[in-house]
């Protein structure tokens, strides 16, 4: 048997210390960066840990006993996420979505759900809170998850097929769970329920048609996701993307479908409707059509530290202003200002850039970029 090794440099202490203005800055309920772009979404990984070793994310070669997952003083504390994400949404965030590694496995995700949804935007709306599952632990948590004030979910699903399922999530994990948890998860209500696959050439896109197949006509929207250069561990090469325009074309020969308008500006998804009423569908071209010119997202990795891109190699140290690291602790205004003041200077594009370039170039040092599993997807 083959030995794949792949080297990686760990870097998730790398962090440039952050700035605390001297000049106060005010939360106006709009922080726009360098590129006129608002900030409206965060994500925030509660764990960076996983029970699926998914090899586009989390490589078991990699991810094996071995690796050292952050030790449990290293993750920000529900009392420390509230209070950052109470500081965000006075700059304008409007949506939170819960991710990780698998957000699941954070014991007692509930209180922190709990939190959150007490919580209004600006405007004196509820805050549209989500979150992306494995749908391992789904079933059993779906109505805890619902009790806490979670108003949706969406469930990462890879084939319909059970080996090819199975062999995609490295663990053994059944298709008929993950559809448990789904299944559970639309009585209790946490709607509507998307259902992500990401789309690898080769691995599983005979899998296109039988996922829409069964997701037809269920109320659910199943999104197709370009398989992503995220990361260092996942071995990315362009030839293992499927665009989504041939993404839609091998639907719309079975199930005719027509294009639909985005429900907002910056919305990841291009969404799409089937002809004979049986529901919408959804296609995230991360790779072949870039949408960084919309981009509002920032991530909290799971120890605190602000990401502005996805394919970003360093973030920036949040906790420490909390936990007064290295001098006094900070103010609710202190931090408010340095996030202003990183935003402002906000100019990432990485997939605009790339999307310039020739095929399998990538920006940077590909090995530099940090694990999805850390940020959060
Ligand atoms: N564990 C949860 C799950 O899988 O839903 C949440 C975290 S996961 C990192 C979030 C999303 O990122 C999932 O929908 C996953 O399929 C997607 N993802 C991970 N690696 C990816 C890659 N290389 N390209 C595209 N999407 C990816
Ligand atoms: Fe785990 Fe989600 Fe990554 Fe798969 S995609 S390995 S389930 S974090
Ligand atoms: Fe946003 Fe970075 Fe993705 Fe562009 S590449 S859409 S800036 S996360």
Redesign the pocket.
């Known amino acids: 048997m083959i030995q794949k090794t792949i080297n990686i440099k760990d870097l998730r202490q790398l962090s440039p210390g952050v700035l605390v203005p001297d000049l106060a800055f005010p939360a106006a309920g709009l922080l726009s960066d360098s590129l006129d772009r608002p900030l409206r979404d965060l994500r925030i990984s509660v764990t960076d840990r996983?029970n699926?070793r998914?090899s586009?994310?989390m490589p078991s070669e990699v991810f094996n006993k071995d690796y050292a997952f952050l030790p449990q003083t290293s993750l920000l504390s529900f009392e420390e996420i509230a209070r950052l994400a109470r500081i965000f949404i006075a700059h304008g965030v409007e949506k939170i979505r819960l991710?990780?590694?698998?957000?699941l496995l954070r014991k007692n995700l509930e209180v922190l759900i709990e939190m959150l949804a007490s919580m209004t935007t600006v405007a004196g709306k509820p805050l549209d809170i989500t979150l992306?599952?494995?749908a391992s632990l789904l079933a059993k948590k779906a109505q805890s998850l619902k009790d806490a004030g979670l108003q949706r979910v969406?469930?990462?699903l890879?084939a319909m097929d059970d080996t090819i399922f199975r062999h995609m999530n490295d663990v053994d994990f059944p298709v008929a769970d993950v559809l448990h948890g789904i299944e559970v998860a639309n009585k209790v209500g946490l709607l509507p329920i998307k259902i992500?696959m990401?789309v690898k050439r080769g691995t599983n896109d005979q899998e296109i048609v039988p996922m829409a197949r069964h997701f037809r006509h269920s109320g659910n929207v199943l999104r197709f996701?370009?398989?992503?250069?995220?990361?260092a561990t996942?071995g990315?090469r362009m030839d293992e993307v499927l665009p989504s325009a041939q993404v839609i074309e091998r639907i719309n020969a079975e199930f005719p479908v027509a294009a639909i308008d985005a429900n907002y500006l910056g919305e990841t998804a291009e969404r799409w409707r089937y002809a004979d009423g049986g529901g919408e569908i959804g296609v995230i071209s991360?790779v072949t059509q870039a949408f960084c010119s919309d981009c509002n997202r920032a991530r909290l990795s799971t120890e605190g530290k602000l990401f502005l891109c996805l394919f970003a190699s360093q973030g920036h140290d949040l906790r420490s202003l909390l936990r007064g690291d290295h001098r006094a602790k900070f103010s609710d205004e202190q931090i408010s200002s340095a996030i202003a003041h990183i935003w402002h200077k906000r100019d990432d594009r990485y997939s605009e850039l790339r999307a310039k370039l020739p095929p399998d170039t990538q920006i940077g040092d590909g090995k530099k970029r940090v694990e999805?599993?850390y940020i959060?997807?």
């Open positions: 996983c699926f998914c586009y994310c991710t990780g590694g698998e957000p992306t599952t494995n969406t469930v990462s890879d992500n990401v996701i370009e398989y992503m250069d995220v990361g996942n990315w991360s999805m599993s959060g997807g």
